[in-house]
Each structure stands twice: as structure tokens, then as C-alpha cells.
T-cell receptor, first 111, second 117 residues
Framework: GENVEQHPSTLSVQEGDSAVIKCTYS??????FPWYKQELGKGPQLIID?????GEKKDQRIAVTLNKTAKHFSLHITETQPEDSAVYFC??????????FGSGTQLTVLP | DTGVSQDPRHKITKRGQNVTFRCDPI?????LYWYRQTLGQGPEFLTY????????KSRLLSDRFSAERPKGSFSTLEIQRTEQGDSAMYLC???????????????FGEGSWLTVV
């Protein structure tokens, strides 16, 4: 089955700086890679996703890049704000049936 | 559209007791998932339904766990003879269609926290 590894586990940045979170996956058949943001006491919320037919996708301050050859994908958040502080999860699937998640990154944006 | 709704949000139970969680998916979503999340970890897949049919179960879903989705609407997850290792957040999610790698986003509920003492 799929195995997703995520790092770093914790990340602190100054407000206005950029944050990068990286994930690797094991199943070369995986072709869909969403990113979820989870705030304390809440369920995960989709913030951006990418499919294997593109290498990069951007939505305002958030971007995701995918390198299928190396089997890794990354989340980039620019101009970070305090409200970006949360736990971020990457996930992958190739089966279309369910997602396999990474272990999460606690992002703290320092004012 | 009120999103995925879960009840109760928190449950404390004694070891050996049975507990049941309910999930109401987004209306017209025919796929419903259950995940489990422990502190410091990502959600782990438990099972999913396509309408009323339970199509896949993870090896994490022991014999003490049972999930149902009568009439293809709401779903229940029951844990019998709870153990301390069952303490976790149980997340329900739904999607409109079966192919989540083809645009059918999975939407999560707020979760049901279980503490077994």
C-alpha cells in the first residue's frame, strides 16, 4: 500500500516569511495529492490539491509542486500570517478509494 | 449545505463499555468515509461506503468495530468493549462521487473525540 512521509514535523517562521513543507510517497501509481489544514479541535480542511498531470498549482499565497520522478511534492506558503498557524497534512492516492495521510506539520507563524 | 456533521463531539467512557458515533454527510454525497486520528498523527483510513454498501475495511477495523449506513444517508460507527487504545478522534468524511482523484473532494467533519478511561 501507499506510504507517505512528511517533514518537518514542526516549523516556525516569522510573519511575512515563506514556509515549505515536503512529502514523499511510495506508490508510483498515486496520481492525486491534496493538502489539508487542521486547526485545533477541528477536522481537516482541504486547502489545495494537485494531480499528476501537472507539476505546479498556485492559489493566491499557497502553491504546491509535484515531482513524479522523485515521488515527492511540496506545499509552499508565502507571506505567512498568524492565521496560517495550524497543522498541515499531505495525502496521496492512486486507488481513488481513499487517502493515505502524512504525519503532519505543526506550523507556527510568529508575529 | 451544512457540511459533514458528527455527534457526539466528545465522549468519555469506561473501558469495556460500548460507544456509538453518528455521521451525517453532506446531502447528495454518496460516498462516506471513517478515519481515525490519534494525537500527533495523520488520519488513518478505517472504512468507506458507497451509498449503503460498505466496500472496504482497513485492517485497523477490528471485530469490535462495526459501521453501518442504512438507506445510504447517515452512518454510525460502533465500538464494542472499548479499550484504552481506542482513545482517538474519529473523523467522518464524504464526497460526491467515487473517484477522489478525479475531482471529488473529500470533506471532513469536525470529528468525535473518544476517551476511554
Amino acid at each position: 500500500g501507499e506510504n507517505v512521509e512528511q517533514h518537518p514535523s514542526t516549523l516556525s517562521v516569522q510573519e511575512g516569511d515563506s514556509a515549505v513543507i515536503k512529502c514523499t510517497y511510495s506508490d508510483s501509481a498515486s496520481n492525486y495529492f491534496p493538502w489539508y489544514k487542521q486547526e485545533l479541535g477541528k477536522g481537516p480542511q482541504l486547502i489545495i490539491d494537485i494531480r499528476s498531470n501537472v507539476g505546479e498549482k498556485k492559489d493566491q499565497r499557497i502553491a504546491v509542486t509535484l515531482n513524479k520522478t522523485a515521488k515527492h511534492f511540496s506545499l509552499h506558503i508565502t507571506e505567512t500570517q498568524p492565521e496560517d498557524s495550524a497543522v498541515y497534512f499531505c495525502a496521496a492516492t492512486g486507488s481513488a478509494r481513499q487517502l493515505t495521510f502524512g504525519s503532519g506539520t505543526q506550523l507556527t507563524v510568529l508575529p | 449545505d451544512t457540511g459533514v456533521s458528527q455527534d457526539p463531539r466528545h465522549k468519555i467512557t469506561k473501558r469495556g463499555q460500548n460507544v456509538t458515533f453518528r455521521c451525517d454527510p453532506i446531502s447528495e454525497h454518496n460516498r462516506l468515509y471513517w478515519y481515525r486520528q490519534t494525537l500527533g498523527q495523520g488520519p488513518e483510513f478505517l472504512t468507506y461506503f458507497q451509498n449503503e454498501a460498505q466496500l472496504e475495511k482497513s485492517r485497523l477495523l477490528s471485530d469490535r468495530f462495526s459501521a453501518e449506513r442504512p438507506k445510504g444517508s447517515f452512518s454510525t460507527l460502533e465500538i464494542q468493549r472499548t479499550e484504552q487504545g481506542d482513545s482517538a478522534m474519529y473523523l467522518c468524511a464524504s464526497s460526491l462521487g467515487p473517484y477522489i482523484n478525479s475531482g471529488n473532494t473529500i470533506y471532513f467533519g469536525e470529528g468525535s473525540w473518544l476517551t476511554v478511561v
